[in-house]
């Protein structure tokens, strides 16, 4: 009672090796993020960026005035 098993498609072969493929990468861009140093204008770049970020959108218009005042236009309909 021997098996008798089919050579494996191209597609196989393609899938086999890729998840191959995709392992490594991430093992070597885990290492990198690990590894390498940041260097010193790129440890300051998170905090600008977050400052940027919450002063033109907050600052700029309230949000819930613009919702009571549909509601009051529906209310009046």
Do not use: H, W
């Amino acid at each position: 009672m021997a098996i008798i098993l089919d050579e494996p498609s191209l597609i196989d072969n393609f899938l086999y090796y890729g998840l191959f493929l995709g392992a490594i990468f991430q093992i070597v861009c885990i290492a990198a993020v690990i590894f390498i140093p940041q260097s010193e204008n790129e440890e300051e770049l998170p905090e600008e960026t977050s400052a940027e970020m919450k002063s033109p959108g907050s600052t700029s218009r309230p949000t819930s005035s613009g919702k009571k005042q549909k509601i009051e236009k529906k209310k009046k309909r």
